[in-house]
């Protein structure tokens, strides 16, 4: 992924903060970093007359060397501290180092001075001078904690530790190494010292005294042009960035020591690749790293070749290969002039800050954030994206807010011409903030899309004011009825000013008289203002000129009738309702009789058949006796109506003249029905006449005889049938259990055909042999079932009844068991247990119970003498 800045060759620009842009990418996707140039006071007072040799940074604040011998320190914005400049040096600074707690700073220059100067105290100033260019220098990062030694490293053409201690508190140094060109660089973390040479990199352990690695350099390029770089991760990863070549090293403990006495610790290369141009620097970022890279191919400008913008490189590191995140081509003031050797990066790792520098430039790199993220969505016309990242980290918003992207994407989506959704975005991005609701209507009014905006304006949680409901409102009044109508269904009325509306309603009314949307809106206005009587009368005008089809699918005026109870006023317009809708008007009517009684109703509709008819209809349903007067009249009116369903009523009432409703049947053709009341009315043969006529159905003459059951309409139908083939066959067919088939089969002539005649005769002599199978299953059933209960009856009979010594007699009222043999006498038992003295008895051979005799009981009451 590549992003880049603007195709300027130079950028020369006056602001004190400058983002540095991106080269179009091939591929669309979000820079990982972005870039400030730093200004203020290092802009105007240091690069405008000096140029930076090196820097050196700190959570806390920026140290700057020059090529003439300064040191000045600012704040990460660019502002000098005061009294924080140095003259240390006559020439140019080549190395500056800053100490863990930011107290103290060393510097090294070509005049062969190194100081080390104290931000805060100068007790542990110094000032060392050799008698030749010092190229590199390390302050120990505990320099200034108590019992630290006071030690720093100086590179030159040796490799010199230097300590202050001892009684007298003396300067000490101490050769660590010599004899391989100059040192060029050193980095010190921890209990490591690193630095690096004309042949490779070299890691001193301070612990144990002693260097524990070589890394030799791997290419041809010379080191005083192309320097390496070098970072410590951490205090065990020391990352090197030299000419095309990448390495990451870690120092690790050897397991155990073994004869060769090699140090207790030794460096793995777990990450080494090459690049396809020089690098400048390198820094981590998380397990990422950061490289500043020099282009090696040279770019024509006018007549002669210039380099390229240098690039900031992220990458994924591998053995052998790496993988691309991102990479940033930087516009740095003058770099067709500068060569790998004039830029640095330096980085503060906490803050995730990369600072490249250069002679006349330096720019702060840093990892965006969320704030970054949602303006490149916003750049990229991403407002859904946007909207939903801001939402979720509005409090890692410093700079943009929540609302302030909602408001651009409604901005957006308004300029874009694109208002339903627009209108749609509003509950979401406006929330319940009633000022920025009323601000966006005026805006939609404006453009005229208030019917975009309509469906989704609130109705509480805010409540508009009431101007803003009925600008809505006119407007949908003036360009759409029928969504004029919806709203005034659906919002409450004390969101607007009703009567407001209705005068707008008329004023619109006068020009359209015949709007029946209007009408039905002005209805539903008039019932909002708790004017009913207005609105039912608006109602029943709308009914007068709508059209059926437009009338059937309005329920309005019903359900203000039944809503409000407005019985009374429609007790004179029953017409009026039945032509709006006679479906609806007849449900409300039987469901309101007691309001609106059968009478009244129907003697406004005496004049109207038709509507009558659908009313009675209604209540015969319901319930037949409410309407027993009107039942001569419904006869008529079904026949002339409903003639389906005219049978089922005859058969079903009783209360209508049988003439009048055989004239009526007579008239119309009526057949059926015809011969059902000739049915009630005694004249059968007329009735089975006109069957077999008029409507020639043998099955429903052989029924019709069935259920008269009568001799002589059986004799008519034979006599009828016997010259018809489908006649008799019908007959043969149906009749074996009603008549004896003797009486019809004699009657046949002789060579008629008769069609289904072997059917017809097996089917006689299946009947036949079906009953008697019948009749012979009933036999033994009742013979099983008269000796079951003459068999129960003996047992019955023959079973004892107990007598206990508290029954008495019931004409002398003596008991009946007694123990004195003086008073015994015979007893007369009955099976009914009524026991008698034997001499009490008027009979001696009395056989039935005086008592049960008298009762008329049946069986039981014979005696059984003792």
Request: some cysteine; charged content about 30%; overall charge negative.
């Amino acid at each position: 992924m590549a992003t880049s800045t603007s195709d300027e060759p130079q950028v020369d620009k006056s602001e004190d903060e400058e983002e540095t842009s991106s080269e179009e990418s091939e591929e669309d996707c979000e820079p990982t970093l972005k870039y400030e140039r730093i200004g203020n006071d290092m802009k105007n007072k240091l690069l405008s007359k000096d140029c930076v040799s090196c820097l050196a940074v700190h959570s806390k604040f920026l140290v700057v060397g020059t090529h003439w011998g300064m040191i000045h320190i600012f704040d990460h914005a660019g502002n000098a501290i005061r009294d924080k400049e140095i003259a240390a040096h006559t020439t140019t600074v080549n190395q500056l180092s800053i100490d863990d707690q930011g107290d103290h700073i060393a510097s090294c220059s070509d005049d062969g001075r190194v100081m080390i100067s104290g931000l805060y105290t100068a007790d542990n100033n110094q000032t060392v001078n050799f008698d030749r260019p010092v190229k590199a220098v390390a302050i120990d990062p505990k320099f200034g904690k108590h019992g630290s030694g006071k030690n720093f490293v100086t590179g030159d053409d040796k490799l010199i530790l230097n300590e202050r201690g001892g009684l007298f508190n003396r300067h000490k140094s101490t050769l660590l190494h010599q004899g391989e060109g100059l040192i060029r660089e050193i980095k010190w973390k921890g209990e490591f010292i690193a630095w690096t040479n004309d042949h490779g990199v070299k890691i001193f352990d301070m612990t144990s005294r002693s260097r524990i690695t070589f890394i030799s350099k791997d290419h041809s390029y010379r080191p005083d042009q192309y320097k390496c770089n070098m970072c410590w991760k951490d205090g065990h990863t020391l990352l090197l960035a030299w000419a095309d070549k990448v390495k990451v090293c870690k120092v690790k403990e050897r397991a155990e020591r073994d004869v060769r006495d090699l140090p207790e610790k030794y460096v793995e290369i777990t990450a080494m690749f090459t690049i396809d141009s020089f690098a400048c620097g390198i820094s981590p970022l998380g397990e990422s790293l950061v490289i500043l890279t020099f282009e090696k191919e040279l770019q024509e400008e006018g007549n002669r070749q210039v380099s390229k913008r240098p690039h900031l490189l992220i990458v994924e590191p591998h053995m052998e290969y790496f993988e691309e995140i991102s990479n940033d081509a930087l516009t740095v003031r003058g770099f067709q002039e500068y060569k790998p050797s004039d830029y640095h990066l330096e980085t503060i790792e906490d803050e995730n800050l990369f600072y490249i520098v250069s002679p006349k430039d330096i720019i702060v790199s840093k990892e965006r954030d969320t704030d970054d993220h949602v303006a490149w969505l916003l750049e990229r016309e991403e407002f859904e994206e946007a909207m939903e990242v801001a939402e979720k980290n509005e409090h890692l918003l410093r700079k943009l807010t929540q609302k302030g992207v909602a408001m651009k994407y409604l901005e957006y989506l308004l300029e874009e011409g694109n208002y339903e959704e627009a209108a749609r975005q509003c509950p979401r991005i406006l929330g319940k903030n009633k000022e920025s609701w009323e601000e966006q209507t005026w805006k939609f009014q404006k453009l005229r899309q208030l019917k975009a905006l309509a469906p989704y304006l609130p109705r509480t949680e805010p409540q508009l004011s009431p101007a803003i409901y009925e600008l809505v409102l006119n407007d949908f009044l003036n360009t759409d009825c029928e969504k004029f109508l919806n709203l005034v269904k659906e919002w409450p009325s004390n969101l607007y000013n009703v009567q407001t509306i209705i005068t707008a309603t008329l004023d619109r009314l006068d020009r359209e008289r015949n709007n029946t949307v209007l009408l039905r809106a002005l209805g539903e206005l008039y019932t909002l203002e708790r004017q009913y009587e207005k609105s039912l009368a608006i109602y029943l005008k709308y009914c007068s000129i709508a059209k059926s089809k437009e009338r059937l699918q309005n329920t309005d005026v019903f359900q203000l009738i039944h809503k409000y109870n407005l019985f009374s006023s429609i007790s004179d317009k029953i017409v009026q309702l039945m032509e709006f809708d006679e479906n609806q008007a007849g449900k409300l009517l039987i469901e309101n009789m007691d309001k609106l009684p059968i009478e009244q109703v129907a003697k406004q509709l005496e004049n109207h058949q038709k509507y009558l008819f659908t009313y009675l209809d209604r209540v015969c349903q319901k319930d037949q006796q409410l309407c027993q007067p009107y039942h001569g009249q419904l006869v008529k009116l079904y026949a002339e109506f409903a003639p389906h369903k005219l049978l089922p009523f005859l058969k079903s009432s009783i209360h209508y003249p049988l003439q009048g409703a055989m004239d009526e049947c007579q008239v119309r053709g009526l057949i059926p029905e015809q011969v059902y009341l000739l049915g009630r009315m005694g004249d059968l043969k007329k009735a089975l006449s006109l069957i077999t006529t008029q409507l020639k159905d043998v099955d429903q003459a052989i029924a019709f005889c069935k259920d008269k059951n009568d001799e002589e309409l059986w004799a008519d139908l034979i006599k009828f049938s016997i010259d018809k083939p489908s006649f008799i066959k019908g007959l043969l067919h149906n009749i074996g259990t009603h008549v004896d088939p003797i009486r019809l089969i004699p009657q046949i002539q002789n060579g008629m055909k008769i069609p289904g005649l072997r059917d017809s005769l097996v089917k006689i002599l299946q009947d036949y042999n079906l009953q008697m199978s019948l009749r012979e299953g009933c036999k033994r059933i009742l013979v099983a079932d008269s000796f079951n209960l003459l068999d129960r009856f003996v047992k019955t009979q023959k079973r004892a009844v107990s007598v206990d010594n508290g029954q008495v007699c019931p004409i002398c009222q003596e008991r009946i068991l007694v123990t004195d043999l003086k008073y015994a006498s015979n007893v007369v038992l009955f099976y009914c247990k009524h026991a008698y003295h034997e001499d009490c008895l008027p009979t001696h051979a009395q056989e039935r119970c005086s008592i049960c005799s008298t009762q008329r009981r049946g069986p039981g009451s014979k005696a059984v003498v003792k």
